[in-house]
């Protein structure tokens, strides 16, 4: 019985991925632990205990088997089961399980990590409560996120769909910045709303993995795709695992694409923030955020192209004050 189970080749393949999968994310935590107890303790952002890493970790571990693994083997039976046209059904079943992912994390995911609470503060929320109003926005509450536990960097975002949409303030945002630029850095949140960019995103992510999955149905009628990669014998597992090695290649030449869309989306809230507030409290808000999150207030412009999902500060600022 055991013996059958496991020479399932279902069972193989999807026991094989997750062998790998675990074993890159084994590799890559030298570089995480680096980045976190070396670059960012030295510029003072870093406030994660080795501790919390671990716990972190293995959180996410948990949460990745109880969602991944269901993922996983299902997308290798639709594989295997559907024929021609598996990749259809493949990215009905990635679809679904993002949507989901979507409506679950707000309430179930992210709490497991940081602690929600509503914002005291009653003349901020007076404060935000007017800028809604005039903005045309509703939401179920306003919440501060204990952000600093992990590190210094502060950040401000909407979670939830509908009327049921939250506003989360990272506790540093509020420690580090005045009214006028929180209420400037929620205006150009409000911005990407109005115009819609965050759903244009998920469309155009669902867009890509369609044409990411017929491409990888495509490459596994051809025989180079595997004996390219050194494969004798074929499977939907490997296959799989191939497509995961070589996508860089592709999301690598589509990143200059994904940027610029992306810091249009900038500009747009920017501006739209500067019709709702100052434009000089956001200038002011940017030059603190920037430079708490040590980013080069000039990159090299050619790097900045290809791979910043958002301009840089110095741009977005001379931008604001044009306007
Ligand atoms: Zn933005």
């Known amino acids: 019985m055991a013996q059958a189970w496991f020479s399932s080749p279902l069972i193989q393949g999807g026991a094989t991925l997750v062998a790998v999968l675990m074993l890159s994310s084994l590799l890559e935590a030298p570089f995480t632990l680096y980045r976190t107890f070396r670059i960012e303790a030295r510029f003072g952002f870093n406030n994660m205990t080795f501790k919390l890493y671990l716990v972190d970790a293995l959180k996410g571990l948990l949460i990745g088997a109880v969602l991944g693994l269901p993922l996983l083997f299902g997308v290798l039976w639709l594989m295997e089961s559907m024929g021609d046209y598996w990749w259809l059904y493949v990215w009905g ?7 989901l992912i979507l409506f679950i994390y707000p309430s179930y995911i992210a709490p497991l990590f940081n602690k929600f609470t509503p914002l005291q503060d009653d003349a901020m929320k007076a404060r935000i409560a007017a800028l809604l109003t005039r903005c045309g926005f509703t939401s179920s ?20 769909f509908g009327k049921t949409k939250r506003i989360v303030f990272f506790d540093t945002l509020l420690a580090r910045l005045s009214g006028n630029e929180i209420e400037a850095v929620l205006a150009h949140e409000l911005g990407h709303f109005k115009h819609r960019h965050v759903m244009k995103r998920i469309a155009m992510t669902f867009a890509m993995s369609l044409l990411f999955l017929w491409l990888l149905a495509a490459l596994m009628q051809t025989s180079w795709f595997y004996q390219g990669l050194g494969v004798t014998t074929p499977s939907t597992a490997l296959a799989l695992l191939l497509f995961f090695m070589v996508m860089p290649v592709f999301s690598f030449l589509l990143s ?3 940027s610029a869309y992306s810091r249009k989306h900038e500009f747009e809230a920017d501006a739209y923030a500067a019709r709702q507030t100052a434009a000089d ?11 708490d999150n040590a980013a080069t207030l000039t990159p090299d412009p050619l790097y900045s192209r290809f791979y910043d999902s958002h301009p840089p500060a110095a741009v977005r600022i001379a931008n604001l004050q044009a306007l």
């Open 93 to 99: 079943a990635w679809v679904t399980f993002n949507l």
């Open 281 to 291: 409290d956001l200038v002011n808000a940017l030059v603190k955020l920037y430079q």
């Open 141 to 160: 509450g306003l919440f501060v996120m204990d952000g600093s536990k992990r590190s210094a960097h502060g950040n401000a975002y909407f979670t939830g």
């Open 256 to 258: 200059p694409i994904l």
